[in-house]
């Protein structure tokens, strides 16, 4: 917060870019405390961050008893926003375990209401009913105080075992995701010294190790330094329609740039990746109809780059650079599972960038034309 704080004075004194913040309430012990803090580094925000974008993490959250945090973390983006005179985006928005489907509409009806007072608020959502994040997350919050080291050393306590094993395995804590998906709703996605344990489910680890799922777990996180990764099958498919329908929700992988070779093909990564885009071109856009064919590709292009004040990007037009896509309407799909998701889509004949080709024939020609992207 202090270094945003030097780098929003630092703004009014230089011709530092900042594009924007990005905030994640997600744990309800914190979120008071971090939208005080949030609404005191942006206030005043025509002066530290004039027309830049606050981009608000609502998508992983805590189970609340009465309300949705979802909603909660929601309409606290909007209030900073509103506060700081400052455009939201609403990141992946989800409601995540099967207790919360059907929240997402409540979430949506905030950014409507917001908008309807002249409020510039938007989201985002990827096509998937499966999300990703580090294995260590599981764990209360309180377990992950004082960063990786801090957690591992404290792990080694039986005494904190049982008590996390108490508070996962308790309904309505609020602390865990047990209550909302179940260890055979989670997939090792990644380890470094582990490989044995990718693509498998905590369930079957456990099963195979002869110990419980959180024992597992927990074996798991310690013996790979806290940074194993993990897939969580939790979200709604109707959830996910809805929100891919709303006229105010752009495309956005929440991935990585990975590649089927070397470091960057390692692991079980959500596909996602490798398939957000042609997953909604074929699958949502050509077989379900969920939207048009236009529609679906505006929300990927045009949308984005107007959000990001990117004027020469995202349309076709004289004049504007040259980033295409070239792709069958008829072919196009995604074929990364989660089993195997290091997998290029099929269907996309070209890709140029800048004007120049990068992808010819469906074939890399090492061309390397792009450019980091800074708004006016």
């Known amino acids: 917060m202090r270094l945003l704080r030097q780098l929003g004075r630092r703004r009014m004194r230089t011709t530092l870019t900042i594009l924007g913040i990005t905030i994640g309430i997600w744990a309800l012990v914190v979120f008071s405390a971090m939208a005080n803090k949030i609404g005191a580094l942006v206030d005043g925000g025509s002066a530290y961050y004039e027309g830049k974008i606050q981009v608000s993490d609502a998508a992983n959250f805590a189970v609340g008893v009465g309300t949705s945090p979802m909603s909660m973390a929601v309409a606290e983006a909007i209030r900073v926003g509103r506060d700081g005179g400052l455009p939201v985006q609403v990141s992946h928005v989800k ?8 929240k997402v509409a409540r979430a949506l009806g905030l950014i409507d209401a ?19 994040t580090t294995l260590r997350t599981l764990l209360p919050d309180w377990a992950l105080e004082g960063g990786v080291d801090a957690m591992i050393a404290r792990l080694a306590d039986a005494e904190v075992r049982a008590r996390i094993r108490k508070e996962l395995e308790t309904p309505g804590t609020g602390q865990g995701l047990l209550d909302r998906i179940g260890w055979e709703n989670v ?7 582990r490989k044995d344990a990718e693509g498998k489910r905590l369930s079957e680890i456990g099963a195979a190790r ?8 927990l074996e798991l996180i310690v013996d790979e330094g806290g940074k194993a990764y993990m897939i969580l099958f939790q979200l709604d498919e109707a959830d996910l329609r809805r929100a891919l ?15 089927p070779y070397g470091p960057l093909g390692e692991g079980k990564p959500h596909p996602r990746s490798y398939g957000t885009f042609p997953r909604v071109l074929g ?5 379900q109809r969920v939207l048009s064919l236009p529609q679906a590709v505006h929300k990927m292009t045009g949308m984005p780059a107007r959000r990001l004040r990117l004027k ?18 008829r072919r196009i799909a995604d074929v990364a599972t989660y089993q195997d998701p290091h997998r290029y889509p099929a269907g996309i004949e070209h890709v140029l960038v800048n004007g120049r080709f990068v992808i010819k024939h ?6 390397l034309p792009g450019r980091v992207l800074t708004p006016p």
Do not use: K
């Open 245 to 259: 329908v709303h006229p105010h929700v752009m495309i956005g992988s929440d991935g990585s740039a990975l590649a």
């Open 95 to 102: 409601a995540a375990g099967r207790p919360n489907w059907g």
């Open 362 to 367: 469906g074939e890399h020609t090492g061309s």
């Open 114 to 132: 917001a908008r309807a007072e002249g409020l510039d608020v938007a989201a985002d959502v990827y096509p998937y009913t499966a999300s990703s």
């Open 210 to 217: 002869g110990m419980d799922p959180l024992d597992a777990a």
């Open 312 to 329: 020469d990007r995202g349309v076709i037009r004289a004049g504007a650079r040259a980033d295409l896509v070239v792709f069958d309407a």
């Open 283 to 287: 699958e949502y856009a050509r077989e």
């Open 187 to 193: 997939m090792v996605s990644y380890c470094a010294r």
